[in-house]
């Protein structure tokens, strides 16, 4: 008989999340405390330093690139658990190779500042005024701040347009 080998068991704790913007800035908080205890992280660091070892040093546009497109092309967007609004460390998230906007954007946001680039979460709304819907990355390199989002098959530096609503973090 066979049987099929058990995937690993989430697990995590769950809080309480006031809706609105109090909401919003309670899941960046905890987001930005994922990103600064990881980007420390051995197995993030050594990550990131493989993805842009074929790069030109010192180009940061190449570097940000790489991480970029692995995020992007080897994390397949799922969405959470319905009514449950999920954040997965950037080490889960590389092992269960899925997450939704928030879990891809602290997977790239870890990589791009364990190997020395600043990022900031920006928040948009889509549908209503005052609505946040999701979360992309910008990382500063070469001089400018890059738009990422890796939940889009598009580009470095798309970002989506049209928001009603749009939250930056202040760094």
């Known amino acids: ?11 995590g704790h769950v809080v309480h ?7 919003v800035t309670q899941t960046l908080r905890t987001m930005r405390e ?8 051995l197995e993030i660091r050594q990550t990131a330093a493989n993805l842009i070892f074929l790069t030109p040093a010192k180009n940061d546009y190449s570097e940000i690139e790489a991480l970029f497109h692995y995020v992007r092309d080897n994390i397949r967007y799922v ?4 009514d449950v609004e999920t954040l997965s460390t950037p ?3 590389m092992l269960m190779g899925y997450g939704d906007c928030d879990d891809k954007t602290v997977l790239l946001a870890s990589l ?10 920006v928040v948009a709304g889509y ?3 005052g609505s946040l819907e999701h979360v992309y990355l910008q990382i500063f390199g070469a001089g400018e701040w890059i738009d990422c ?12 347009p049209d928001p009603v609503t749009l939250i930056i973090e202040e760094v």
């Not at 999340?17 to 909401?23: K, S």
């Not at 994922?34 to 992280?41: E, S």
């Not at 791009?112 to 979460?121: D, I, K, L, M, N």
């Open 17 to 23: 999340v006031p809706e609105g913007i109090g909401g």
């Open 91 to 93: 080490d889960k998230t």
């Open 149 to 160: 989002d890796p939940t889009e098959n598009q580009a470095l530096g798309y970002f989506p």
């Open 127 to 129: 549908s209503v005024p």
């Open 34 to 41: 994922i990103v600064r205890a990881f980007r420390t992280n």
């Open 1 to 11: 008989m066979y049987c099929a080998p058990h995937p690993p068991a989430l697990a």
């Open 112 to 121: 791009a500042e364990s190997v020395g680039y600043p990022t900031r979460f």
């Open 79 to 82: 969405r959470d658990i319905h």
